[in-house]
């Protein structure tokens, strides 16, 4: 997770990784803004890197860590 700051409200972007069944993206790109969650399913465990792309996140996930 990345946090412009430690308020409740502050823009950020995070990736997830649940034991079950999802792997998600979730932001928000200005303060007090709503989040914005993106999810796809994969299992745990789970590579993930968490990249800035012009004015926002974009979030990659990798089972094998190469690909």
Do not use: C
């Not at 990249?51 to 990798?62: E, L």
């Amino acid at each position: 997770m990345i946090r412009e700051s430690l308020s409740a409200n502050a823009a950020h972007a995070m990736t997830i990784v649940t034991p079950s069944d999802s792997v998600a993206l979730q932001s928000r790109v200005s303060t007090a803004a709503l989040s914005d969650h993106q999810g796809a399913s994969g299992n745990a465990p789970q590579w993930v890197r968490l990249v800035r792309q012009g004015t926002g996140p974009t979030g990659y996930t990798s089972s094998d860590g190469m690909n």
